[in-house]
């Protein structure tokens, strides 16, 4: 039966199975989640939720073996509950995961793709490169990251695409300055049929002012906060093109030339003061706004 | 019923009704006529016989009473606080005045001339408190340990069913399928089951316990539960098809409606799915001990007439707002809440600017908003709910500081189901097209509930879900022969 996966008495237990850190804030796990990896296409993500108490959070797939009943998810330690994952160890198992959620990438054939990732974002571009090129598309590839030691998968990145680029904000790996610098010189150079951008929102905004300017195509994979991800809430609405767009099932990835960046930075603000106070406590133990409010 | 005291539980999110004991259930039964033809089971959607269950809580069998609604019903504490008895079974009670528009000239008059004989007072002739006893008997057997009938493993072969939604339609098409000698399987996208009784619900008015123990009564009896199984993605209609003999959709109607004006994606304006389901499923309310965080400000504004913006209004005066007003654009009582809401919310100190609505939301540097710039509106002409629809008054503009808005103008059904199932008819708002009996366009797959009807009541999607069972066990057994 399709829904039936139990192990050891127990169904569904979304256990860690690999972990590896890939660069001082950035982990890959592999976590078994038979029913999602059956149906996960690139572009897509999933809901996990650590613990009772522990919020949902989208993270997006990077990866996926249906044989194994496998998926791969790479994410940036950078709030409470990502830093908790990044300390759970292999053998341990998330309580909730669910998806494939949003829409899955459109995949065909069309020509010659250029792949810009930026920071942990290179991690679901290296899955699109791969879905990308199996469906015979030519791959450029323009990865940065603000040092070397920052940069993951550039081995890995280099293997699938026909051309790679490397840019650091500080030269210590390709070539000195962004990616928008890079694909300007590649889009002068190359007939590009469509670019995908997935990183920083400034990033992906920039990527798309380049495009625009040379008349390409380019589609964006926009991260709003999300609660439930199946398009219940409104949390994670996003104006493109003047309507007003869920980025859980409308999305997650638009026509990056439609999106208000500006409302999307600006929504992704919303709760930066309990965001700093999460963790404040997480690292402390206790709430510490006690001696000034006397909350317990 | 005795209440929670304002002053108290405007600081808390435990259960504002506190229900009645045994001896004023007893007190509260003793006041049904018996009528001969009870309006009330007519009243119900559902059909519980009501009578007999009053007569078995006068008589002090209590555990006969509640096996008598289970016949009908198997989520009584959740319809005991939630159901609008007051339009439903409560509504036509013959004590009640309000069974005037049900009943012959004939039948009025005997009512009257009965109520006279026995000298009762307007006071006295409000009806029976059915919706607290009914609620009485389910608190009743879960402090008892009486559980509803267990069905035997072996009466399970009769076929496998699979239902999308762990919701109010869901579970009651669950129970009944059960209790008939079938498989249940709910899938549920969220991490917890009860659907909207669970996301949507505050604790003050359905406790989680409550949602809980009837889902556990549920499980008891054989009906398995799947979470974190988005039904349209994980696994499709098709697929279901394919493993189970029918497919039952109870996916509700969790789309929410924005009204599409400026400023409505300022931070600080919240849908009220979100803001109920951050607090309700999610426990916003004990941040930072849990992790799903919410902000509150001085000044909460919510649009909108119905229960759900009752549960937003008073939700956030207890997460500390000092001010909480709710603008609706009809009058006081065009409000579609259920009265005892609107007088809880009153009571708690919510406040309402009728005849009015929001024309656009003013936001600060940061793009958080400030204010929420108001009409006045009047009533028009009648439209075809039989209300007068409301026009704004040119020139009527004013504006309101607020530091969260909740937007509770309704609900529609999710379109992630029809959209991923080939040949599945929907209607004008996505609905998925049904007949009496939940049978959809495909064959085998049947719908009910808010997922059919839009947003709609507990009791309507559990009635629903009850048909669509018994249409499903026909549907298997007629496929055998």
Not at chain 1, 288 to 295: N, R, S, V
Not at chain 2, 107 to 115: S, T
Not at chain 2, 293 to 307: E, H, M, Q, S
């Amino acid at each position: 039966m399709l829904w039936d996966f139990r192990k050891n008495g127990r169904d569904y237990i979304y256990r860690i199975v690999e972990k590896k850190r890939l660069a001082p804030d950035i982990v890959r796990i592999e976590v078994e989640a038979p029913l999602v990896a059956r149906k996960a296409i690139s572009g897509q993500f999933v809901i996990i939720r650590l613990k009772e108490g522990g919020e949902r959070i989208p993270l997006t797939i990077s990866g996926s073996d249906p044989e194994k009943g496998l998926i791969t998810i790479i994410f940036q330690e950078i709030g409470k509950t990502t830093i908790e994952l990044g300390r759970m160890e292999k053998g341990e198992s998330i309580l909730n995961l669910v998806g494939p959620l949003g829409k899955p990438a459109e995949l065909k054939n069309f020509g010659t793709v250029v792949c810009v990732g930026g920071g942990v974002g290179i991690a679901p571009i290296l899955y699109r490169v791969k879905a990308l090129k199996s469906v015979g598309n030519r791959v450029i590839s323009i990865i940065g990251a603000r040092n070397k030691d920052l940069l993951i998968l550039h081995n890995e990145m280099k293997e699938v695409s026909d051309e790679l680029h490397i840019a650091t904000d500080d030269g210590t790996l390709g070539r000195k300055g962004f990616v928008t610098d890079v694909l300007d010189e590649v889009l002068a150079e190359n007939r590009v049929d469509l670019i995908i951008a997935i990183g920083p929102v400034v990033m992906m905004r920039a990527v798309t002012g380049v495009g625009s300017a040379h008349g390409v195509r380019t589609v964006v994979s926009l991260n709003p906060i999300m609660v439930d991800g199946t398009g219940m809430c409104g949390s994670c609405r996003v104006t493109v093109g003047e309507k007003v767009r869920f980025a859980c099932v409308d999305g997650p990835e638009f026509d990056g030339e439609f999106v208000d960046f500006d409302e999307l930075l600006q929504r992704n603000r919303r709760y930066l003061k309990e965001e700093a106070a999460s963790l404040m406590v997480m690292r402390a133990g206790r709430c510490t706004c006690f001696e000034e409010t006397g909350c317990e | 019923m005795k209440k929670q005291d304002v002053s108290r539980r405007i600081k808390n999110f435990e259960e504002v009704a506190l229900g009645l004991d045994e001896t004023e259930a007893v007190l509260e039964a003793k006041r049904c006529l018996e009528c001969q033809r009870p309006w009330c089971v007519r009243g119900c959607p559902v059909g519980v016989d009501i009578p007999r269950f009053i007569r078995a809580i006068r008589d002090g069998r209590f555990e006969d009473g509640i096996r008598i609604i289970w016949e009908k019903n198997s989520l009584p504490a959740v319809c005991g606080r939630v159901c609008p008895h007051e339009v439903q079974c409560e509504g036509v009670c013959s004590l009640a005045r309000g069974c005037s528009k049900f009943m012959t000239a004939k039948g009025r008059a005997r009512v009257e001339a009965f109520l006279e004989q026995f000298n009762l007072t307007q006071k006295r002739r409000r009806p029976v408190s059915i919706g607290a006893l009914e609620r009485f008997l389910a608190d009743y057997a879960a402090e008892h340990g009486i559980t509803p009938y267990t069905a035997g493993s072996d009466m399970k072969g009769k076929g496998k069913v699979a239902l999308v939604g762990s919701g109010p339609a869901s579970l009651a098409a669950a129970g009944e399928l059960v209790r008939r000698g079938y498989h249940a399987t709910i899938f549920e996208a969220l991490h917890a089951p009860g659907g909207v009784l669970r996301y949507g619900i505050p604790n003050f008015r359905l406790p989680e316990e409550i949602i809980e123990r009837e889902i556990r009564q549920l499980k008891d009896m054989g009906v398995e539960f799947r979470q974190d199984v988005v039904i349209g993605r994980t696994l499709t209609v098709d697929e279901l098809l394919s493993d189970f003999d029918a497919v039952f959709i109870g996916s509700g109607a969790g789309a929410p409606v924005l009204m599409g004006i400026e400023g409505e994606n300022l931070n600080g304006v919240y849908s009220a799915n979100e803001f109920l389901t951050r607090v309700n499923l999610m426990e916003a309310y004990r941040f930072p001990e849990t992790d799903t965080p919410i902000n509150i400000g001085k000044r909460v504004v919510t649009i909108g007439g119905g229960n759900v913006a009752m549960d937003s209004a008073r939700v956030a005066l207890r997460l500390g707002a000092e001010e909480s007003i709710i603008l609706y654009r009809r009058r006081r009582e065009e409000m579609p809440a259920r009265r005892e809401e609107i007088e809880n919310a009153e009571e708690e100190g919510v406040e309402f600017k009728f005849l009015t609505t929001p024309t656009r939301y003013i936001g600060d540097d940061e793009g958080c908003v400030r204010a929420v710039e108001c009409i006045r509106m009047e009533p028009g002409e009648v439209d075809d709910s039989g209300r007068q629809r409301p026009v704004p008054v040119a020139g009527s503009e004013f504006t309101i500081e607020a530091d969260t808005v909740i937007v509770a103008i309704g609900q529609r059904p999710n379109p992630l189901i029809p959209t991923t199932t080939q040949g599945l008819e929907t209607g004008k708002i996505r609905n998925i097209i049904a007949d009496e009996s939940g049978r959809t366009s495909i064959k085998g797959v049947f719908a009910g509930g808010d997922a059919t009807t839009g947003a709609a009541t507990v009791i309507l999607a559990m009635g629903a879900g009850v048909r669509a069972a018994r249409a499903i066990a026909e549907y298997i057994e007629g496929c055998k022969d």
